[in-house]
């Protein structure tokens, strides 16, 4: 038996069985839309205020894209700079078009400068021009994320190895790094320094300030004998506690995975380049072939709306097909 | 002239101590930057080192190749030797093995991967 996930500790029905039914329909690729689970059962009054320094959350979209390996040219998808640029056109299409874009990581394949130039390139033809990053291990291989963070950090104030947070209508948005510094049979990490600049970054929030979390590898412990998890995260999670409503956005495994804990919504998003295969069905986590046909019912991106008075925020994928 | 030659010697002394320490406490390992030392290969597939633990004689090469689509690294933990670039599909790494010991080392792309050489005089 595989333990997909090992830290289900509010037994809420995301067991293998669940998860199995989970990618099912992501596979078949139809548009789908989860909302927070508890949140919804909770108002955004019954939640203790502690000195308001947002303004009241205002209705606000965004889109999440994420891993789109540009450089990569294997079996799995012989063309990613294609399908990510299909997944800027399915952007530019949107009626309303989201007020910024964050990118979860693995901008590249093997951080070179050509790589990072396409991918730029690319990117002006999105029609949403502000985008947030955070890195992937594949953006930071040879020098710790120097050039990463010249590239990608140009318009926010970032800390440390590279995490910020910054507002927008009233949401407080996190950008974490958990890929820089790994240590030897290890997890993603977020380190000491980051997680006491976080824990202060929130120390000043009202709890009913809506929170969005994003970093590369998930958040939560998805499948660890694949290193699909972050090891001090449970830190994280706990200044996070006390807020009425928490999303987390991750990236890494290339695939929809959604459970929820508490406050927190932790969603995974497809990737714009190639497939990966669930937890413990291969050998190993590398990009997983499907046939041509089927390759863009797996790539994709993902749309979150905050709507004023409710407390979730909605997680919509949809895939490139 | 005398204090010339002395303050050549004493460098010269410097650095043989310096050599020597590396030897016998960093266990230095040398990136030969050439491939294909052939004995000694580790193969890296599925996302793992093969074999895991390999025992060597010191001063013969060891060689990563990568068969995986992902790119992997080599690094030694407590930074004992050169660690590799990240390798991408068929790229090799080839070190010299240094003083006997025994040596981890891991993916920093995927920590999980780990591997063990045991050096042997």
């Not at chain 1, 998860?19 to 009054?45: E, H, P």
């Not at chain 1, 450089?71 to 530019?92: M, P, S, W």
């Not at chain 2, 895991?52 to 030797?81: A, C, L, M, R, Y």
């Not at chain 2, 990240?86 to 790229?91: E, I, S, V």
Request: glycine share 10%.
């Amino acid at each position: 038996m595989f333990n997909y996930i090992s830290h289900d500790h509010e037994h809420d029905g995301i067991d293998r069985r669940g998860f199995l039914k989970c990618m099912a329909w992501a596979g078949t690729g139809v548009l789908w839309t989860i909302s927070g689970g508890v949140l919804a059962s909770r108002t955004l009054a019954e939640v203790a205020k502690a000195g308001s320094s947002l303004p009241k959350a205002t209705d606000l979209s965004f889109l999440q894209i994420s891993d789109s390996h540009i450089g990569f040219n294997k079996a799995a998808n012989k063309d990613v700079t294609e399908t990510f640029k299909i997944a800027l056109d399915r952007i530019n299409a949107m009626p309303a078009p989201p007020s910024f874009l964050i990118h979860t990581g693995d901008i590249t394949q093997l951080s070179k400068p050509e790589e990072f130039d396409t991918f730029d390139q690319i990117l002006k033809s999105c029609r949403t021009k502000d985008v947030f990053y955070v890195p992937g291990e594949h953006d930071v291989l040879n020098d710790g994320g120097k050039m990463y963070r010249e590239r990608y950090l140009k318009n926010v104030e970032g800390k440390g190895s590279g995490w910020y947070s910054f507002n927008k209508n009233g949401v407080h948005f996190v950008g974490l790094v958990n890929v820089l510094d790994l240590q030897a049979g290890g997890l993603g990490q977020l380190g000491d320094e980051q997680l006491e600049w976080l824990e202060d970054d929130l120390k000043g929030l009202s709890a009913d300030t809506p929170i969005v979390v994003f970093a590369h590898i998930p958040l939560w412990t998805v499948y660890p004998q694949w290193g699909w998890g972050t090891s001090d995260s449970e830190r994280a999670l706990g200044y996070l506690k006390r807020f009425g409503s928490v999303t987390v956005l991750n990236g890494h495994i290339h695939q929809v995975l959604q459970k929820v804990e508490g406050n927190v919504t932790f969603h995974t998003a497809m990737s714009t380049a190639f497939p990966q295969p669930a937890p413990g069905t291969a050998p190993s986590p590398g990009p997983l072939t499907v046939p041509a046909d089927k390759l863009r019912t797996l790539l994709g991106l993902t749309s979150v709306q905050y709507k004023q008075g409710n407390t979730a925020l909605a997680v919509v994928d949809s895939n490139l097909s | 002239m005398t204090t010339f030659i002395s303050k050549i010697k004493i460098a010269a002394l410097l650095c043989g101590i310096t050599s020597f320490s590396l030897v016998a406490f960093g266990g230095e390992m040398k990136n030969t930057e050439t491939t294909g030392g052939g004995e000694n290969k580790i193969e890296i597939k599925d996302f793992a080192f093969s074999p895991q633990t390999i025992k060597v004689k010191s001063g013969e090469k060891i060689t990563w190749i990568n068969h995986d689509e992902e790119p992997h690294t080599v690094v030694s933990v407590g930074k004992k030797f050169q660690k590799s670039s990240a390798l991408d599909t068929d790229q090799e790494f080839t070190i010299t093995a240094g003083a006997p010991g025994t040596y981890e080392y891991f993916c920093s792309v995927h920590p999980k991967m780990t591997g063990t050489i045991v050096v042997e005089k």
